[in-house]
């Protein structure tokens, strides 16, 4: 009779084919939205775009070219030079990201005075201007970083004792470039001075250099298939992250429509006919679960198989990890709105509280942005969502190549809330009455 309750809600099902094509289609449109609009079609490490970036300043124009070249060869940043006037302007208008406001003399960049940088960012554009503002922060850091190690070991270059004449500033200081080079070529008292004082410099410098290569600690970054993040690895395909979360997102809304099939049965009088039946206490129930994990298996062998077609989503490296996954979160969702559907009394009711649920387990659980990329308390509160265990198996799969060996604890997890929610909800029904309950 399980067979026979199965058959006739495929077939009913399937008789909507306008439904069938948005439920199928539906999950990849979006996908491919999100996919293209964050790294393009796969199989590469998605692309950033150069972020607009004005700089302010006069330097010489080989450093100004050298500057140039290095920010546009980093693929980061798209630079234009111009004066504060125009990047205020730029700025404003949305036409840059930030403005990095560059010091007037860039000789105090190698003088123990303080030196001011600005940075100006767009408030429209958060993301992009933070980027510029943390790898500045960042770049500074290890230049003062440096600053503080070398002054903490030769102090007396960075400063002088008092009253102890700047070689420097008195072998430049007044007269013409004429006489300047004079002192120079006759190698006067200034001359000798600055000579040993930047020797002394040079020295300095390359002990500094010499103490830290090689650096007493080495650092190796390896991902998490462990491979070591040099370009060697698997390349990073966005759709490995979007595309299973999309799933089982719009796969929670399927799931939610098969229980309230019950509701609708219900109104059409299709139900009152199935209760006189020979039916099992349960089978109605069982039935309509059956049908729910079918559906949902079917939906995601479609996604998955259309994700590796068209975006060169990754499968994993186990064949059996993928269809065991699947099973196991359909299985689960066919499961999670059945309490539902016995608690509320019509279809509206049912809707409008499942797509709440719906939407908020997809935002606390790992749908829209990785678990990993939230914060703490929204990573602990996931874990008592049911999708979050699907997110993080099919994450295993597709971004890590986890097998069958590594998933099991999770699958475990999916099924263990598949027969927790088929047990309350067979348990609702009974109390409720049973079939007479159902009317």
Known sequence: MLRVLVIKDIRRWWSDRQAVIVTLLLPLMLTAVLGISFGGFGGGAPEIEAIPLALVGDPPALLREQLERALRESGLFAPVWCDSAEADRLVRKGEVRAAVLLPGDLQQLLSPERVAIGVWKDPG???QADIVEQILRRGLKRVQGGEAVYLAAWPADGFPATGEPDPFGD?????????VWRRIRDGSAEAEAARQKFEAILDHQAALIDAFDPPAVALTVVDRTGQEAKGVGPSTNMFDYILPGMGIFFLMFAAAAAAGDL???????TLRRLLVAPLGSSDLLVGKWLFAMLNGLLQLVVL????RLLFRMSLGPDPLALPLAAVATSAMLASLFLPLALLTSNE?????ISTGVTLFMAMVGGNFINVDQMPAVLQAAGRFTPNYWANRTFNDIAVHGRGVGDILPRVAVLFGIAAVMLAVAVAIYRRRGGKAGLL
Not at 171 to 179: H, P, V
């Open 263 to 269: 509701h609708r049965e219900r109104a059409g009088g």
């Open 125 to 127: 554009s958060v993301l």
């Open 171 to 179: 072998l430049l200081a007044g007269d013409s470039l004429a006489a």
């Open 348 to 352: 509206k009711q049912m809707g409008s």
């Open 304 to 307: 998955f198989a259309a994700g």
